[in-house]
T-cell receptor, first 113, second 112 residues
């Protein structure tokens, strides 16, 4: 069956460091992969999309890598700030279908001042 | 991107009752989506709602339990019927622009 796996344990880091979150998947042929941010009591907010033929995508302090051989995406936040504390969700859209994303459970990031 | 609002933001309901959640989008959208997010779980798609046609339900979700209306291109409702405590969850309305999914703030439902 198709699976998207994200670390269930919260990631705690110090302000200014780089946070790295991992998303692994199995039994998918993804057309693209997305990362979302979700704050408590709010709906997820889209951050970045990376396509299957792209290796890396950047947006300001965010960087996403996509390795379809390893079936893994890494999400980096450089120079992290306490305001970056949130849950980050990985989502995959499979090729050949409706492209509606399937979400992982998310990883909580806590940035300490 | 469209701005999505939902009503109510939260509710506490008794077992066996039904609750209708409203979703309003500030621009016309073809497809609207309803998701459920149970505590500690991932977002799970309940159904896709197109205007003028019946909603398409995902595996494990049925129309009798989660009837959906889509009367126009800016509005949809999701009803959670004959509720049980297992229905306690956050329900999220969503639309899509290009390849980005946009979400409402969610409705937090607690069933006693």
């Amino acid at each position: 069956s198709q699976k998207i796996e994200q670390n269930s344990e919260a990631l705690n880091i110090q302000e200014g460091k780089t946070a790295t979150l991992t998303c692994n998947y199995t039994n998918y042929s993804p057309a693209y992969l997305q990362w979302y941010r979700q704050d408590p009591g709010r709906g997820p907010v889209f951050l970045l999309l990376i396509r299957e033929n792209e290796k890396e995508k950047r947006k300001e302090r965010l960087k996403v890598t996509f390795d379809t051989t390893l079936k893994q995406s890494l999400f980096h936040i450089t120079a992290s700030q306490p305001a970056d504390s949130a849950t980050y969700l990985c989502a995959l859209s499979a090729s050949g279908g409706s492209y509606i994303p399937t979400f992982g459970r998310g990883t909580s990031l806590i940035v300490h001042p | 991107s469209a701005v999505i609002s939902q009503k109510p933001s939260r509710d506490i309901c008794q077992r066996g009752t039904s609750l209708t959640i409203q979703c309003q989008v500030d621009s016309q959208v073809t497809m609207m989506f309803w998701y459920r997010q149970q505590p500690g779980q991932s977002l799970t798609l309940i159904a896709t709602a197109n205007q003028g046609s019946e909603a398409t339900y995902e595996s494990g979700f049925v129309i009798d339990k989660f009837p959906i209306s889509r009367p126009n291109l800016t509005f949809s409702t999701l009803t959670v019927s004959n509720m049980s405590p297992e229905d306690s969850s956050i329900y999220l309305c969503s639309d899509r622009l290009a390849n980005e999914q946009f979400f409402g703030p969610g409705t937090r439902l607690t069933v006693l």
